[in-house]
């Protein structure tokens, strides 16, 4: 019969926790030397999870044949009678997009929408952005609540809205007869200018938070310097504040212009099907002429119509940073 002493007892659970602590402490020490990767590999799976699996299934319908059937397309791959497995590919949908002028038409027609909404942003969002810069700690904090208070309220509430001011008996109408400008009401809405009136109030926003970030780290003492020097407010405008604020303008001209270019429900309701843009070509392709293929045919072409200018201007970037070092 073994008898062991307390001691030897107390010992041994002493190098029990002992061990489990060393094992603890690497684990973080392996936890701390690989962070980055781990942080890292969460966005990349949700662009995983979240964009590349739904667009290899649009990809997917975009290369099959149109059916009258549930799904109504065909499949991708087909078993034949001798066994072999046979893939079936289908390029006519995105010859079909060249044939036919309304998609060329409507894709032109929607780039040149979100450009012009683009540049009205960049004109009202970046004086904006910069009195709120150049404005007091306490007056920037309600100003920055002006501009997010809008996201507190339902787009689509706010879209209907302006259907009520742009309407014929609405209020806008209604303060131009009443100020004597005008005798009867005039053609607001269902209008090109109620498009771009719709897209400028949604997505100025977008524009103004991202120039906002980027001006508050400005180093205001360059003006003091270039004005030293002589040099005019304008001058000082074009040669440092403008190129600095350079990165703003990209960010926030970018969350404005491709978001706008595939607008659906604004065009739809301000619009009233005067006004075509490629959301409503999508929204016909699937849910009226039932025709799948085409309509992701016609996604994936505005997809790569968005991302590759993107793409180019990402690449140039790198460029012109690797060459400045």
Known sequence: MIIMKPTAVKSTGIQRYQQMFAGVSRLLQQLQAQWKSVVVTVPYFWMLLFFLAPFFI?????VAESLIASPPFSDLLEWTRDGALSIRLSFENYSYLWKDDL?????????????ISTLLCLLLGYPIAYAIV????TT????LMLVILPFWTSFLLRVYAWMGLLADQGLINDLLIWA??????????YSHFAVY??????????MILPLYANMEKLDMTLHEAAADLGARPAVTFLTVTLPMT???IVAGSLLVFIPATGEFIIP????????QMIGRVLYNEFHSNHDWPVASAVAVALLVLLVLPMMVYQKVQEKESGSGW
């Open 268 to 275: 739809d309701l301000l619009g009233g099907g005067n006004v």
């Open 246 to 248: 350079w990165p703003g």
């Open 197 to 206: 009136v719709g897209i400028i109030y949604t997505y100025v926003p977008f």
């Open 140 to 143: 920037k904090n309600i100003l």
């Open 103 to 115: 998609y060329i038409n409507t894709y032109l027609g929607s780039v040149k929408i979100a450009g």
């Open 180 to 189: 004597g400008i005008i005798d009867s009401p005039i053609r607001l809405l």
């Open 134 to 137: 150049r404005s007091p700690p």
């Open 58 to 62: 649009i990809l997917k319908i975009s």
